[in-house]
């Protein structure tokens, strides 16, 4: 089992930026992969960003250049560096993760973020 907390979210105007945090109860050395997802009201989950055990990092497209995925072993925690946000990013973003052996994908509560002016 593997609990994670998302800190971080809120309310920012447009062009702002915000960094959010997702603590894991396990060591990030167990865990294959990490990601980011993010949610909007009437819209499907949709990945944001994923860092893997070995540093590879992925992006949705919409994010590119603009948002930044990085961890801290020492602090077993992923973070999300969203700059340049745009309204078209509000959304519960969440954080999940899978052990390295295990398929079972755990998630966080989510944070919401809200860019608007």
């Known amino acids: 089992q593997v609990q994670l907390v998302e800190s971080g979210g809120g309310l920012v105007q447009p062009g702002e930026s915000l960094r959010l945090s997702c603590a894991a109860s396990?060591?990030?050395?167990?865990?294959?992969?990490m990601g980011w997802y993010r949610q909007a009201p009437g819209k499907e989950r949709e990945l944001v960003a994923t860092i893997t055990f070995s540093n590879s990092l992925n992006y949705a497209d919409s994010v590119k250049g603009r948002f930044s995925i990085s961890r801290d072993a020492s602090r077993n925690t992923v973070y999300l560096q969203m700059n340049s946000l745009k309204p078209e990013d509000t959304a519960v973003y969440y954080c999940?993760?899978?052990?390295?052996?295990?398929?079972?994908?755990?998630w966080g509560q989510g944070t919401q973020v809200t860019v608007s002016s």
């Open positions: 999940n993760a899978i052990l390295k052996w295990s398929p079972t994908i755990y």
């Open positions: 396990e060591s990030i050395f167990n865990i294959r992969v």
